[in-house]
């Protein structure tokens, strides 16, 4: 037992993308990830909700910028500088801080992190903006890999209409407005989420994401939800790490 | 020219490039700015557009690094990033943009420095190459070597250790530049020694690797001084 630890420690340490090989945290990382409408922040709270009531200790963290990166990217944008690498530097820095802060800590205490979006967000946003792919998976490399990666598959038609309900228009950056594939922020939200979408179907193949179909209703999604993390609870014994 | 692993940069063509980018690599306290203002000041009255970058000078991003710094949370995977990305906003909106117009870019430090930087404190030089692949490949590194020994009293001259500085331990020469954050030693001159070796022996190993071309910056300034012009002038083509 000792040594195989070991082994996934030292293959960890070598890689130079470590989400490529399980970690070895007492604590389990579970992630959701799809595009804005696609309902996972909703079956995340579920199924966080599910997890507590059950007496185990839950950690939630969501995919936000902090304070010292929103004002770099606020000062980029009014001199005109913000560009798609910076853009993609500046969020993997609030990745990296929020990681050793937010994400190694419970896990290493033996809890459940539940994560609202990771990695995969950035590569399929970056993809978009034409970042290179390759870059930016090895831009990411320090991540840790989840035991469970959710991608909530919807289509923009569904996703868009779940967003207009309850308000009135569609935000600047979640249309993509800044990448000007059309001035009419419904029609540039479609193109751009289009895109992303056909970003997150590579992924969702080459990183083995667990697909649920998003366009069906709320509770027999998270009956899947809750099935898929029942098995991998089944041998979870959480031993905070101690040395 | 080229980037290191070939990586595009996006909406930047670098295709019609006409200037040459030149690098000025050294620890601190070898008298890098010194020769660099002087090196500019000459190829300038030789009739060449010179402009001079330098680490943590990006106009939105360096403010970042420098509040970051305050931070004293931040991990070395943080600040590795936070210093990519200073470098990436002065690689697509001073170097690239300059080099286009036919300017001589003087680099003041360049990737190498950040690279060997983050390697002393354990990441793997694999993964930071990666992360600087869209770095435009220079024309020529110099790298002025000078050895822990001849180093020891330029630093100990130097405003980190005058008596101003040491009531004001805010000011003290800079922690992650010095290597204070890894608590190599019981003070600040027995980290600062530590670390120092570790950059040498780094840079010696990235020397052979990318093939700097080595200036021995032990000697006196008008040797150092000469031998990087004689450098420089064989790579512009000046004759004299």
Redesign the interface.
């Known amino acids: 037992m000792a040594d195989a630890t070991q082994g996934i420690k030292i293959a960890w340490r070598q890689k130079?993308r470590k989400y490529e090989v399980p970690h070895n945290y007492p604590g389990k990382l579970i992630i959701v990830e799809g595009i804005d409408g696609s309902g996972k922040s909703t079956q995340l709270k579920l199924l966080q909700e599910w997890l507590k009531n059950q007496g185990y200790h839950v950690f939630f963290t969501e995919w936000n910028s902090s304070d010292?990166?929103n004002?770099?990217i606020k000062?980029?944008k009014k001199?005109n500088?913000?560009?798609?690498?910076?853009f993609s530097?500046?969020h993997?820095?609030d990745f990296?801080?929020r990681l050793?802060?937010l994400i190694f800590p419970p896990l290493k205490a033996g809890m459940i992190v539940l994560a609202d979006r990771y990695i995969y967000t950035a590569f399929a946003r970056d993809s978009v903006?034409?970042?290179?792919r390759?870059?930016v998976r090895?831009?990411y490399?320090?991540a840790l890999k989840p035991d469970i990666a959710f991608y909530f598959k919807v289509t923009t038609d569904v996703s868009i209409k779940r967003i207009l309900t309850g308000r009135q228009n569609l935000k600047y950056y979640e249309a993509g407005m800044d990448m000007r594939f059309s001035d009419d922020p419904v029609e540039s939200f479609k193109i751009f989420q289009g895109k992303i979408l056909e970003e997150y179907e590579k992924i969702a193949n080459e990183f083995n994401l667990t697909i649920i179909d998003a366009t069906k209703n709320i509770n027999s999604q998270q009956e899947i939800v809750r099935n898929t993390v029942k098995k991998i609870l089944e041998n979870y014994n959480p031993e905070p790490i101690i040395k | 020219m080229d980037t290191f692993k070939k990586i595009s940069i996006p909406n930047i063509d670098i295709s019609d490039i006409t200037g040459k980018l030149i690098v000025i690599e050294g620890t601190d306290g070898v008298g890098r700015s010194t020769q660099i203002s002087e090196i500019k000041k000459w190829l300038e009255v030789k009739g060449y557009a010179v402009t001079v970058t330098g680490w943590i000078r990006s106009p939105f991003i360096g403010k970042t690094v420098q509040e970051a710094k305050e931070k004293p949370t931040l991990n070395v995977n943080t600040f590795t990033l936070l210093y990519l990305a200073d470098f990436a906003d002065r690689m697509e909106h001073e170097i690239i943009p300059a080099l286009k117009a036919g300017y001589i870019v003087l680099a003041d430090r360049y990737i190498y420095t950040a690279i060997a930087r983050s390697m002393a404190r354990g990441l793997s030089q694999e993964w930071l190459e990666k992360l600087y692949g869209f770095a435009l490949i220079p024309d020529a590194v110099f790298y002025m070597r000078i050895t822990l020994k001849e180093l020891i009293p330029r630093i100990l001259n130097s405003d980190n250790f005058d008596e101003e500085y040491w009531r004001k331990t805010d000011k003290m020469m800079d922690f992650w530049e010095s290597g204070m954050d890894m608590r190599l030693g019981e003070d600040f001159y027995d980290s600062f020694i530590h670390y120092q070796k570790k950059i040498i022996q780094i840079f010696d190993k990235l020397a052979k690797q990318h093939n700097f071309n080595i200036v021995n910056a032990g000697k006196k300034y008008p040797y150092v001084n000469k031998v990087l012009k004689e450098g420089i002038a064989k790579l512009v083509g000046i004759q004299d």
């Open positions: 130079m010292l990166v004002a770099t000062r980029g001199k500088l913000l560009t798609p690498i910076t530097i500046l993997a820095i990296s801080d050793y802060h903006r034409g970042v290179d390759e870059w090895d831009l490399g320090f």
